[in-house]
């Protein structure tokens, strides 16, 4: 690592921290962002890196949700009571005991997704391409509809999180999901970036280029995807988490396994900086949220339409991103080597 | 849980009823994904959608005072140039790519589609009434509406219409010359970006009658296309391309096994169940060919 990223980074740090409050009016949006930056980043470990497309992470999302959620309840009151007194709040939260509830929510919301991506994982990984990509899509809205089906996390009329407590008002609400969420952020990009130096990584690499040469290499492949998929998910978990907090209502379909949105999102996010880079997806989830929160104010009820048509340009025009295309253009910067002469000798033949 | 349905036979044999006249139907819209994946090698995941804006079609006629049976005709007609438009615009863009870009090609038609038809037709659950009336059997135990049977005679007749029209038109032989090798029917003189059209042009179509049936049926509602998709998908991994007859038998299969989780599980887990079968079928094939060292291509 050299001077400059340092700068970079201590820069980026230093911005995070004073972020909400340059712009207090924000504050939400900014947490959304931090918790794209994370979603999108994760994915890309098993979709940009391994090469394995899934739609499937929602799931995991979905799951630190409402387990945060009722982790969250259930520690000082009686679940089933709660969601069925609905928006009518007859228990309320101390503070203390909503920030317990919290910290406990978040490890378990972080936690138990990853013992389920473990446990699922060496059945799912096995299958490859589109019926993988298939497969996690059908488990998302499997996920989805069944718990729409379950009396006790609120079935079809949702969950309420519990209300943030009355100290500071909704200034202090904004900062502090804002700084759990940058939190959550900042914690990925290091683990990340960590992962990304390691052996760990050309692993993963070798799987996406030729799985079964990697594996006559000597590669034990399932048990790397896997470790990848637990990593993914653990950070899906966690996002998933801080947002059922941020958002404060959850539903089944709409919020927490929301396929159609999350979990498009974050493959396309992904894709829109570029698979299988570090920065790639962070760039790509900036981007996209401007986008996305362009479309949401300007043309309120025809959203999903620019996000459809926005779909299907990125991904005919730009399947490679931006990353792809500045590495395309200016290899030198990525530190490739390019011999001067050779170059000139493949735009002479085109 | 409510396990009358195996203490009346009665239920049971409904429910079979139900569930072959409903899987004929879902074989139909699995034939034309099979025929796109064989020919274009690719993965429509917005052929539920294309099932509910062909069904919107019949509803439109019903609404406007024609009987919805003729959706049946009127509707795959529109519905093949609205698959053309499709294939222009999108499809041959990602037809030599990566099945993984159509399928997300196709998704973002999916929402696309799905949001303008909540825009046109509203979040409402509708269906056309054929006033058909009601078949009974077995003492009036089982009750068959006569739209079902309806359906699943028009099915199979546009299903047969298919399969003579593909083994004796030029057009067929040539769409089945470019599913078994592109290249080879090119040099042939094949002009395989009319077939590749044309394929999806006959897809979308199918999708239109099966769509104007489901109208009649069923009930229509434009977020129910994805269920339609996976169903199809199901279908054909489990029939495999080009196997017509196991892409009918799966088709029943499928329904069947909807109607008895419905009973079963009830109906709030009818659609989660679907999608459940789909990643339990994938697993289980993908155990099963692993013991030969392979993997699902």
Request: charged share 15%.
């Amino acid at each position: 690592m050299n001077k400059n990223s340092w700068i970079l980074y201590i820069g980026i740090l230093v911005f995070g921290l004073v972020a909400p409050f340059i712009f207090p009016a924000f504050k939400v949006q900014l947490s959304i962002l931090c918790v794209l930056i994370v979603l999108a980043t994760t994915w890309n470990i098993q979709g940009g890196e391994m090469g394995y497309n899934s739609f499937g992470n929602i799931l995991f999302y979905g799951l630190g949700m409402y387990l945060c959620a009722s982790v969250q309840v259930g520690m000082f009151f009686p679940l089933a009571e709660w969601t069925e007194s609905g928006g009518e709040k007859t228990f309320v939260h101390t503070p203390s005991q909503f920030f317990q509830g919290m910290a406990a929510g978040l490890v378990v919301a972080a936690v138990v997704p990853t013992i389920v991506a473990g446990l699922i994982g060496y059945s799912i990984l096995g299958l490859r391409g589109h019926y993988f990509a298939i497969c996690t899509l059908g488990l998302g809205v499997a996920a989805g509809e069944i718990s729409g089906g379950i009396e006790i996390i609120g079935a079809g009329q949702g969950f309420t999180t519990p209300p943030f407590p009355n100290i500071g008002g909704l200034e202090a609400r904004g900062e502090f999901f804002y700084f759990l969420s940058f939190g959550a952020l900042v914690l990925t990009f290091i683990a990340v970036r960590a992962i990304y130096t390691t052996r760990f990584r050309l692993i993963l690499n070798a799987i996406r280029d030729n799985e079964d040469k990697a594996e006559a290499m000597g590669i034990e492949t399932m048990k790397y995807k896997i470790s990848g998929w637990m990593i993914s998910a653990f950070f899906c978990g966690l996002a998933g988490g801080i947002m059922g907090g941020l958002v404060g209502y959850i539903d089944s379909t709409d919020v927490a396994f929301d396929g159609r949105e999350m979990g498009v999102f974050m493959v396309l996010m992904a894709i829109l900086g570029g698979k299988g880079t570090l920065w790639g997806p962070i760039i790509g989830a900036t981007l996209f949220h401007f986008f996305k929160e362009g479309f949401w104010t300007f043309f309120l009820g025809w959203q999903y339409v620019a996000l459809g048509v926005l779909i299907v340009v990125i991904v005919i025009y730009f399947p490679e991103g931006l990353m792809g295309w500045l590495r395309e253009k200016y290899p030198e910067r990525f530190g490739e080597v390019v011999d001067e002469a050779d170059r000139k000798a493949q735009v002479e033949l085109k | 849980m409510d396990f009358l349905v195996f203490q009346y036979p009665m239920i049971t044999i409904q429910a079979c009823l139900d569930g072959l006249l409903l899987g004929i139907l879902f074989a139909l819209i699995a034939y034309g994904m099979a025929l796109q994946w064989g020919v274009m090698n690719i993965i429509n995941i917005a052929q539920g959608d294309l099932v509910i804006l062909g069904g919107y079609i019949a509803y439109f006629m019903y609404l406007y005072g024609i009987h919805p049976a003729w959706g049946v005709i009127v509707s795959p007609i529109i519905m093949y140039f609205v698959g053309i438009a499709i294939y222009k615009l999108v499809i041959n863009k990602v037809v030599d790519r990566d099945l993984f870009i159509s399928i997300l090609a196709t998704f973002g038609i999916s929402i696309l589609f799905m949001q303008l038809m909540n825009f046109a037709f509203g979040a409402d659950v509708v269906l056309a009434n054929s006033g058909y009336g009601t078949t009974m059997l077995f003492d009036n135990n089982v009750v068959l509406p006569n739209s079902k049977i309806f359906s699943a005679f028009i099915s199979i007749v546009f299903a047969i219409c298919l399969v003579v029209y593909m083994k004796r038109s030029k057009l067929g032989r040539a769409i089945r010359a470019t599913a078994q090798n592109a290249r080879a029917a090119k040099i042939l003189g094949v002009d395989t970006e009319k077939v590749y059209a044309a394929t999806f042009g006959i897809n979308a179509a199918l999708c239109g009658v099966a769509g104007a049936l489901i109208s009649i049926t069923f009930t229509i509602h434009p977020y129910m296309g994805l269920p339609y998709t996976i169903r199809s998908f199901m279908i054909v991994i489990v029939a495999g391309l080009g196997n017509l007859p196991g892409v009918a038998m799966s088709g029943m299969g499928l329904g069947i096994f909807e109607e008895f989780a419905d009973y079963i599980l009830g109906t709030e887990f009818r659609i989660g169940s679907v999608f459940l079968l789909l990643v339990l079928i994938l697993v289980y094939r993908r155990f099963k060919l692993s013991r030969k060292r392979e993997y699902l291509k």
